[in-house]
């Protein structure tokens, strides 16, 4: 069964670093995501992007942020310079395009646990 | 700020209960209902998509209805098994395809 895979699992870096977490969506999908959970908290909403662009990003999402899909396969989050406060699970979705629009199922990885010491 | 909740926190239960939780959510603007079912070190896995007010849907031994007009949904697991041990999450779409995330429901089912 297809499914939505995310590397590295586990990335430690130092604040002030850049990080680039990496993404590889399901295939045939045109709809992709990135959220994150901090410790204790909600899974929140990053940014979601269409053919290539971003089509809704959160107040999270700042200039620190940004997203690529530079080969067509993967899905990349880049983090240029890291805050402590970012330390989080960062998830990676996809989803189809099919009748049911927006409605339809978001696909998760398994997700990336950035520590930012 | 629109606000999703779920209760309880966290549930544990003996093998061979039935358990359910609720998810609470705006009911103004809805578009879906999502439950997902997250096992630690694992993708969350999609559930149930809701939409209409009245849905009950249902997959093996869990299933879920859904409020629309006073804003809430229930999961049920019947006869719960451990392997049904994890994070219960709901989430909620209202105008774009964004998933607003309610805090998760922890179960875990004792043998």
Known sequence: EPEVTQTPSH???????????????????????????????KVEFLVSFYNNEISEKSEIFDDQFSVERPDGSNFT??????KLEDS??????SRDYKRGGDYNEQFFGPGTRLTVL | ILNVEQSPQSLHVQEGDSTNFTCSFPSSNFYALHWYRWET???PEALFVMTLNGDEKKKGRISAT????????????????????????????????????????????FP
């Open chain 1, 88 to 93: 989080a699970m960062y998830f990676c979705a």
């Open chain 2, 66 to 109: 859904l409020n629309t007009k006073e804003g809430y949904s229930y999961l049920y697991i019947k006869g719960s098994q451990p392997e049904d041990s994890a994070t219960y999450l709901c989430a909620f779409i209202y105008n774009t395809d964004k998933l607003i995330f309610g805090t998760g429901t922890r179960l875990q089912v």
């Open chain 1, 77 to 82: 989050l880049k983090i240029r310079s890291t």
């Open chain 1, 11 to 41: 990335q430690v870096t130092q604040m002030g670093q850049e990080v680039i977490l990496r993404c590889v969506p399901i295939s045939n999908h045109l709809y992709f995501y990135w959220y994150r959970q901090i410790l204790g908290q």
């Open chain 2, 41 to 43: 070190a694992k993708s």
